[in-house]
């Protein structure tokens, strides 16, 4: 997991999305043209919530979110998204 | 039905979608092309809802949703849907 | 009035349609291609009703709503529609 | 003025529209194709309201609303206009 | 200023817009083709304002109002605008 | 700054622009016709406020606002816009 | 940092934004048609903030803000960015 130095405002949570899978259910690989966007990630960074927004997911969290939810954010070479916690929609 | 270890965060509710019904009311099989998309589902998951929007579905419950709730999840080659309470019409 | 074994989430109510008139207001009897879609009902199920959402229409109760109210809903074989009381304009 | 037995949902008001002026203000006859379609009706059925939105018109009163306001309605052979009473604009 | 018996509901105010100026700033007269839809006009009746919305502005007093506020009745052979005191940008 | 006899109702401002700069920061005069659309102006009078929409800027202040904020207004032949508090960016 | 005279209003936050860079990850230097528009800055201005939106952010501070966030400014020659503390993602 990347390490950053970085304070989320609000409600927002830093996730470092992780490799989509090259191996299909049923064991065929897949060529990387045929990718899907990966949808899992791993928490690195939380903000401190709102009144009314609540942070709940921890750092270090594999969590799942929709496909074009957050924003896409580079830092130090790595890829990042940020979002609201409201985006992500389970731990796993 | 289907086991998954997930957690969904706010009033989300992960739904197994059931197959759709090949033979139609008056008893004729239908074929593949014209099945309906399913509207009926199991419940597998669900959040701990949030001050403003509890959960009252259980996990075992058949729900009905209207044709295009949620998001389609794929887990462990399993497809699912993720929607909030709001998005479930009825337990049946 | 058809039998259902179901329960609506939050304020929903389902509802059986009524048939359309066939004859007019003058007693001329109309051909199925000119009736207009039906927009009155019977409340076969009710919603328990949200803090903010109050459920006061009963079961076999009349109903009117618009004409694109609601979701289609087919159970055991008959038609009906799901949807908000708000949805319902009158009690006939 | 039309009897109608309905009970108007939430602060919904039943109204039955006025036959369009035949005159113009400087006494002109004006044919039937130019007529405006009418603004002004009778309250023929109130609703109880609610918390926030109060019922403030009273059965027989004379209130003008804007052009496209409401849903139609036939009810025994007549045309009734079904609006919230925040549709309407005044008493006259 | 044209009398009317009209009571608007809510926080509605009926206004009598005054004719656009036939001169401009420098003394042109200006063509009737030239001539700026009118933003002036006077209270002539006031609804009694809800908890939300109250009503400030009085019967009488000279207004001004954005170019596409309100909506236009025709009472007694005179034109109107009704529109919601928000509407309203300034006493004059 | 032009004298103006008008309230603006709720929480809004009447703003005099001021006129666009006609040389840049280098010291260089610019044509009128590559001039920017003014954004500051001196604010000649306020509304009286609401209890959600507090007014915090005093006539005389040097304000900044958004290129398309606020309504034209012409008053005794001086340009004026009319706009609410939250449409100001800040005090300079 | 830049030295400006200026309150922001509500919950407004002043930004100079800083040069994008100027070499890859990898350490290649890009040419400046290829310069991604910088969505990082220093904060210069805050405002009050209000009851629902506290401003949290420090003069000083090195923000990240999303591509398209705020209102451009330019102040003695300088450009600057005005946004609500809602549209900066997080303090670096």
Chains 1, 2, 3, 4, 5, 6, 7 share one sequence.
Do not use: C, H, W
Not at 32 to 61: H, N, S, W, Y
Not at 69 to 82: I, N, P, S
């Amino acid at each position: 997991m990347a390490k950053v130095n970085i304070k989320p405002l609000a409600d927002r949570v830093l996730i470092e999305p992780m490799a989509a899978e090259t191996k299909t259910a049923s064991g065929l690989y897949i060529p990387d043209t045929a990718k899907e966007k990966p949808q899992k990630g791993k928490v690195v960074a939380v903000g401190p919530g709102t009144k009314d927004d609540l942070v709940t997911v921890k750092i270090g969290d594999t969590v799942l979110y929709g496909k074009y939810a957050g924003t896409e954010l580079k830092l130090e070479g790595t890829d990042f998204l940020m979002m609201r916690e409201s985006d992500i929609l389970a731990i796993i």
